[in-house]
T-cell receptor, first 112, second 112 residues
Framework: GENVEQHPSTLSVQEGDSAVIKCTYSDSASNYFPWYKQELGKRPQLIID?????GEKKDQRIAVTLNKTAKHFSLHITETQPEDSAVYFCAANLGNFNKFYFGSGTKLNVKP | NAGVTQTPKFQVLKTGQSMTLQCAQD?????MYWYRQDPGMGLRLIYYSASEGTTDKGEVPNGYNVSRLNKREFSLRLESAAPSQTSVYFCASKGGAQETQYFGPGTRLLVL
């Protein structure tokens, strides 16, 4: 099966700085990699995703990069704001199947 | 559209009691999922249903059963609850193979 590892488990940055969260996966057949943001007491919500035929994707202050050879992908948040404070999860699907495996999460704290 | 809905929102059980968690989606999605979320462990897949009429085990299926009642509804049953099943349970659904999962609001379960 798939194994998704996520680092760091906690990340504290000053408002306006950048934040980077990294994930690695084990199944070379995985081809879809979403990132979720979960605020305290709320459901996970998709913030950005990337497919294996793309190396990078941006959406305003958020970007995701994928290195298929090394089997790792990263979330980049620029110009962080206090409302970015949350837990972020990466995930990878299992080849062409419908199963997803999640990383253990990164708690991001943006200090004003 | 309500999206993905779950009932109940919160439940307290005694060890050995049984209960069923309900999930419904109105997005005409084929696939539905049950996850549990424990502190520091991210989201772990319990069972999933790739399409109406099929169900498959995920990472942590022991102690649970599921029923895909129809395309809209996917229920999770605990036959004999144990304290180790204290967790937050999320239901999710998605359309095709490389599409976003949408999560329900979660059910917080406490087993005493």
């Amino acid at each position: 099966g798939e194994n998704v590892e996520q680092h760091p488990s906690t990340l504290s940055v000053q408002e306006g700085d950048s934040a980077v969260i990294k994930c690695t996966y084990s199944d070379s057949a995985s081809n879809y990699f979403p990132w979720y943001k979960q605020e305290l007491g709320k459901r996970p919500q998709l913030i950005i995703d990337i497919r294996s035929n793309v190396g990078e994707k941006k959406d305003q202050r958020i970007a995701v990069t994928l290195n298929k050879t090394a089997k790792h992908f990263s979330l980049h948040i620029t110009e962080t704001q206090p409302e970015d404070s949350a837990v972020y999860f990466c995930a990878a699907n299992l080849g062409n199947f419908n199963k997803f495996y999640f990383g253990s999460g990164t708690k991001l704290n943006v200090k004003p | 559209n309500a999206g993905v809905t779950q009932t109940p929102k919160f439940q307290v059980l005694k060890t050995g009691q049984s209960m069923t968690l309900q999930c419904a989606q109105d997005m005409n999605h084929n696939s539905m999922y049950w996850y549990r979320q424990d502190p520091g462990m991210g989201l772990r897949l319990i069972y999933y249903s790739a399409s109406e009429g099929t169900t498959d085990k995920g990472e942590v299926p022991n102690g649970y059963n599921v029923s895909r009642l129809n395309k809209r509804e996917f229920s999770l049953r605990l036959e004999s609850a144990a304290p180790s099943q204290t967790s937050v349970y999320f239901c999710a659904s998605k359309g095709g193979a490389q599409e976003t999962q949408y999560f329900g609001p979660g059910t917080r379960l406490l087993v005493l």
